[in-house]
């Protein structure tokens, strides 16, 4: 498959994965005519942890984790923060892209959605941001934090939301994970604020 019919493949999954959670449909609506952005392929040192191991998943979820992994050599992947920031053990075992975003993979001005992968015993620290949040989790699980939120362990889809501003934190156990993330309002391109 080229890396065009891949990365196409994986924006049609998504959208099947976000128009099939009703959390995540109601959200915002996904993001319609995109132009595709020419962004070069980028590696992270994680994308090993997560092609070996990319976490359990939902007959549901499986047509999205298979995609994922199918368009991850091709894909821009990035990991945002400073090693002072975060540490080196983080920045190793955590990547992101932007699959819909004012960055591509595919332009939208006005809309952010990310796929997310942490490897297993991380603590992604406290960390804050203008745009509202929805999370799903698209295989594995892992333990989400929010000020004001009981502490909550999800699995494959499972929703979180965090409003405006509002303090998260996430920690992974034995178990990877792999987020579908989509933000609306505010800054569609804020690094978040990180620190306890
Ligand atoms: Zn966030």
New binding site residues.
Partial sequence: MSAEAAIDTLFEAARGWYEGLPAMAGFAPWPEGLERVDLPPQSQPALRDFVAHPGETTAQGRALLQATLAAAPYLHWCTAYDEAEVGRNFLDRFCFCELASPVGHFHAPDARITLAYWGPGLWYDW???K?E?L?SVVSGGAEFLAQGLPDAHLGPEDTRL?TSDQP?AMRTHDAPVLTL?A?RGGDMTQK?DIGS
Avoid: I, T
């Fill in positions: 960390h804050w941001h745009a949040e999370y965090h998260h993330v933000w978040p």
